[in-house]
Structures are given as structure tokens and as C-alpha cells.
């Protein structure tokens, strides 16, 4: 089945840098975007960015121009996500999501786990 | 940016009633591009509706959605125990943004 599977828990300090994975499953990787949203605790949705997954063009929040970078690995079907700089503010769960078509807009339909990232000193 | 807000922020409902959520946007939203996702604790959400009213694979139809420009809403007929949850409209035409949620819990 589709899935979207990331990486573990990450505790970082502040001024670190994390970056989490999301390796897809199921379906061609390279037909879909893949994009990044963070869900502080008891907080909304933010959106971060997103790849395509077949060019690796990128497209970010303005939020988090500079400080965050999105890459792909095609050959393991596996997406990035590296946030530096990091602040407390930035303890989150973060999700993958892929889209639901193919197009250029559209809704998520297929989210990964989540990754929890602490920011702590 | 398109900003959504959304209403009540806390509706609190007794099983077998129907629920009625409104999402509000700062400037017009082309109905295609207008989302309804549900979460529950400690996990992702999952799509309901999408292009305002079309229910995503394997919701049931007590999910139903309408609106159009700048006012949108989410009725779900009769909550069942598993529809207490959180839920977040989503528009995907000029990036993306969410609103901040309206929470059902049990009354």
C-alpha cells in the first residue's frame, strides 16, 4: 500500500540543525511532490515547503526561506527535510504529505508518521 | 496570504447530532482548492473533503461539505464516538495554509 514512512524523534540544541527523512512506498515516487508540514504541540498546521520528487525543484514558505532545505534521494525513494538554526519555537511534530494527484495544486492524502523534533538547551 | 479562520473553536455535541463548522478565508478561495482534514491525538490528519465537497476515498457521506469564496462549511450529520476529534480546513490554490482548527468534543 501507499505509505509514507519517516525518521525517529530527533533532540537538538538550540542553533543545531535537524533533518528528517521520509521514505515512500507503494507507489512511483518520482510522480508526485512531496511536502513538509510542522504541527507545534497543541498547535494548527504550518506549511514548509515542497519538492518535486521527479526534478527536485523546490518551493518553500516564506516563513522558513534560508533556514530550511529540501532534497530528494530517487534512488531510495526517500525525501529530506533540514531545518538549522533551530529555536525553541521550532519543537514540533513534523509530517510528510504527498498529494493526492499529480497536479501542481492539490489536497494531501497520504501523510507519513510524524517526527517529533525537541529544541532544547 | 490567504488567512483561515475558523469557527466555533470548541464545539461541544452529544453523539447522534449533527455538527456544524465554518471556515472563514481573508480573500477568495476558488471552490477547488478548499480542504477539510480530521485529527486525532498523536495522529497525522487524514483528508475528508476536498474541492470544497468531494469526500475523499472511504469517508462515509455524514461527511458533507458546501460554500464557496470566502465562507465554508463542514457538517458532519450525525456524530458518531469517532467523529470527536479536531478538524482543519486547508487551502491548496495560492499556497497552502490552515485554519486553526475547531475541536468537537463530547458534550
Known amino acids: 500500500q501507499v505509505q509514507l514512512v519517516q525518521s525517529g524523534a530527533e533532540v537538538k540544541k538550540p542553533g543545531a540543525s535537524v533533518k528528517v527523512s521520509c521514505k515512500a512506498s507503494g507507489y512511483t515516487f518520482t510522480g508526485y511532490y512531496i511536502h513538509w508540514v510542522r504541527q507545534a504541540p497543541g498547535q494548527g498546521l504550518e506549511w514548509m515547503g515542497l519538492i518535486n520528487a521527479y526534478s527536485g525543484g523546490t518551493n518553500y514558505a516564506q516563513t522558513f526561506q534560508g533556514r530550511v532545505t529540501v532534497t530528494r534521494d530517487t534512488s531510495v525513494s526517500t525525501a529530506y527535510m533540514e531545518l538549522s538554526s533551530l529555536r525553541s519555537d521550532d519543537t514540533a511534530v513534523y509530517y510528510c504529505?504527498?498529494?493526492?494527484?499529480?497536479?501542481?495544486?492539490?489536497?494531501?492524502?497520504?501523510w507519513g508518521q510524524g517526527t517529533m523534533v525537541t529544541v532544547s538547551s | 496570504e490567504i488567512v483561515l479562520t475558523q469557527s466555533p473553536g470548541t464545539l461541544s455535541l452529544s453523539p447522534g447530532e449533527r455538527a456544524t463548522l465554518s471556515c472563514r478565508a481573508s480573500?477568495?478561495?476558488?471552490?477547488?482548492?478548499l480542504a477539510w482534514y480530521q485529527q486525532k491525538p498523536g495522529r497525522a490528519p487524514r483528508l475528508l473533503i476536498y474541492s470544497t465537497s468531494s469526500r475523499a476515498t472511504g469517508i462515509p457521506d455524514r461527511f458533507s461539505g458546501s460554500g464557496s469564496g470566502t465562507d465554508f462549511t463542514l457538517t458532519i450529520s450525525r456524530l458518531e464516538p469517532e467523529d470527536f476529534a479536531v478538524y482543519y480546513c486547508h487551502q491548496y490554490g495560492r499556497s497552502h495554509t490552515f485554519g486553526p482548527g475547531t475541536k468537537v468534543d463530547i458534550k
Open positions: 480573500q477568495s478561495v476558488t471552490s477547488i482548492y
Open positions: 504529505a504527498r498529494p493526492r494527484t499529480t497536479v501542481t495544486h492539490d489536497v494531501f492524502d497520504i
